[in-house]
């Protein structure tokens, strides 16, 4: 099924303050056939504004599709009516989300899994983590990252593989979340991890996280936008630098990147659509990097990247074509 979530928004639409669950309103579109993809994409962008959270999967076994907004305040059904004109004849639902405790069901929802050498369960768990594989606990929360996406799971990949061949001693988690990477990498090479989040949210889940992980001595996190904070700048260069972001902000780092990654360090970047590769790829060259290898999980691809000093030739590399004696 072809399910679709707004990335950096995944998380429950229900939140505990002290004891009372904050109330939430949906906004729910429902069409009767599957829409083509720039169709889609307008919907989503016009109703994402009233809400903190989308959601956008097909149902009906993919003949029709569904688009869901929360909110915390009860959205306006005329602006809401005013944003889809443009649109076509949509009929969107406003409605209170009934009381539930979406959290935790979320949280029971979500089965242990393995990427690579790890393994990774809720707090609902109460089996045991397999024989030689790291376990972490991540619940579902207010943060990204529980390593399901294709993009958490590529990076953790990805860097597992570069442990097999490079002796990491100083890692940056840059967009922590949850601070799923930053705890694989201290787990699986046994170093300190500074990672930073520009969400306060994000910083406060990733902390709580590294104290059920008992990691909160050698993982590091702070509030920090992109690569700015004084101890990231003051603690480069760093030897595997990973990011699970969006395209957007990867491109707009990339100097940053570039000025903080080491000599001979890899960078493993994420967040982005295979038909974002090369723009994103684009960026980081002009910044002096160079493509080391690169993973693909369905339509999500992960970059790994090291310092270009000098050109060399990978399986993405195109040889240009030979040139005729005599050619200009």
């Excluded at 995944?10 to 939140?15: C, K, L, R, S, Y």
């Excluded at 799971?153 to 570069?162: E, M, N, P, W």
């Excluded at 100083?170 to 989040?197: Q, Y």
Aim: glycine share 8%.
């Amino acid at each position: 099924m072809d399910h679709r979530v707004a990335p950096l928004r995944v998380g429950p639409v229900m939140t505990a303050v002290g004891d009372v669950m904050q109330v939430l309103w949906s906004i729910r579109l429902k069409l009767y056939a599957k829409p083509a993809e720039d169709a889609r994409l307008a919907l989503e962008n016009a109703l994402e504004p009233f809400g903190e959270a989308i959601s956008s999967f097909e149902t009906d076994n993919g003949k029709g599709w569904l688009i869901e907004v929360f909110s915390q305040a009860k959205p306006a059904a005329r602006d809401v009516a005013a944003a889809l004109k443009p649109l076509g004849d949509h009929q969107p639902e406003i409605a209170r989300v009934p009381d539930k405790d979406w959290l935790a069901e979320s949280r029971r929802g979500l089965p242990e899994f393995k990427a690579g050498p790890f393994f990774f369960y809720g707090s609902h768990f109460k089996g045991n983590v397999p024989k030689n594989m790291i376990g972490l606990e991540i619940d579902a929360g207010m943060a990204f990252g529980t390593g399901r996406h294709e993009t958490t799971r590529g990076c953790l990949l990805a860097v597992a593989r570069l442990a097999k061949t490079r002796k990491i001693r100083k890692p940056l988690d840059i967009g922590t979340g949850t601070g799923i990477l930053a705890f694989g990498v201290a787990r699986l090479c046994n170093v300190p991890v500074l990672a930073g989040d520009n969400d306060a949210d994000a910083v406060r889940v990733a902390r709580g996280n590294a104290k059920v992980n008992k990691l909160a001595r050698q993982v590091r996190i702070l509030r920090s936008d992109g690569y700015r904070a004084k101890a990231i700048r003051d603690g480069a260069p760093y030897d595997l630098v990973t990011a699970n972001i969006l395209a957007n902000p990867l491109i707009e780092l990339a100097p940053d990147l570039a000025r903080v990654l080491a000599k001979d360090g890899r960078a493993v970047l994420s967040g982005l659509l295979r038909e974002q590769e090369k723009d994103v790829l684009a960026a980081h060259v002009a910044a002096g990097l160079a493509l080391d290898f690169r993973i693909r999980l369905g339509d999500w691809s992960v970059l790994v990247l090291r310092k270009g000093k000098t050109k060399r030739l990978t399986r993405s590399t195109v040889l240009p074509k030979p040139r005729r004696r005599g050619a200009a």
